[in-house]
């Protein structure tokens, strides 16, 4: 995977079901970029049809240039919460792209680029909180794609977390940044 410093657009999909906070972590990563690095970033998202549950998608462009087209082409990145996201969203990355999943949670993988992480398990492990898991992901984004730096998505994280949570917060974001096995 190359570095987003050295490439003009980097595509980030982040899946899963409703409730589990892609749709935040997309936000946060948008942020971070566009508010903290100075880069360039569009950020959309999409909900199933029931709120929690559901599925939802959370889509971010990352550049260091202009984006001249706003959606995601074909995903360099996909972080699949939910089987369901998986086998949804899989099929529209890049050949050379990385699949990133709960591996508790997605039991069945077909991309053979794929790095299975015990996402929601490690985070509840570090903060006592599953619904932290979106951070966490946070943190593994930015160590294996280096979209953002570490200080840019610190920031982004202190900045949406809830009044009261931003030490628990960026406790899953250090967790996932320092997590070490990715196989």
Same mark, same amino acid.
């Given at each position: 995977m190359k570095h987003a410093n050295h490439i003009d657009r980097l595509e980030i999909r982040l899946a899963g079901e409703g409730g589990q906070g892609m749709i935040l972590a997309g936000i946060i990563l948008?942020?971070?970029? /566009?508010?903290?690095?100075?880069?360039?970033?569009?950020?959309?998202?999409?909900?199933?049809?029931?709120?929690?549950?559901?599925?939802?998608?959370?889509?971010?462009?990352?550049?260091?240039?202009?984006?001249?087209?706003?959606?995601?082409?074909?995903?360099?990145?996909?972080? /699949?919460?939910?089987?369901?996201?998986c086998d949804k969203y899989s099929p529209g990355l890049k050949d050379d792209g990385l699949l990133i999943v709960d591996s508790e949670k997605v039991g069945r993988v077909t991309y053979?680029? &794929?790095?299975?992480?015990?996402?929601?398990?490690?985070?509840?492990?570090?903060?006592?909180?599953?619904?932290?898991? &979106?951070?966490?992901?946070?943190?593994?984004?930015?160590?294996?794609?280096?979209?953002?730096?570490?200080?840019?998505?610190?920031k982004a994280v202190s900045a949406r977390a809830p009044k009261g949570t931003q030490e628990l917060n960026l406790a899953a974001l250090k967790a996932g940044y320092s997590f070490e096995h990715l196989a």
């Open positions: 948008a942020e971070a970029a /566009a508010v903290y690095d100075n880069k360039t970033a569009v950020q959309t998202q999409s909900y199933g049809p029931e709120a929690r549950g559901g599925a939802s998608k959370a889509e971010v462009i990352i550049s260091n240039g202009e984006i001249d087209f706003p959606e995601i082409i074909a995903a360099d990145v996909l972080v /699949a919460m939910s089987q369901e996201a053979p680029n &794929n790095v299975r992480v015990p996402i929601t398990r490690n985070a509840k492990e570090t903060t006592g909180r599953a619904i932290t898991a &979106n951070i966490y992901v946070l943190g593994l984004l930015t160590k294996i794609t280096a979209a953002v730096s570490l200080p840019a998505i610190e």
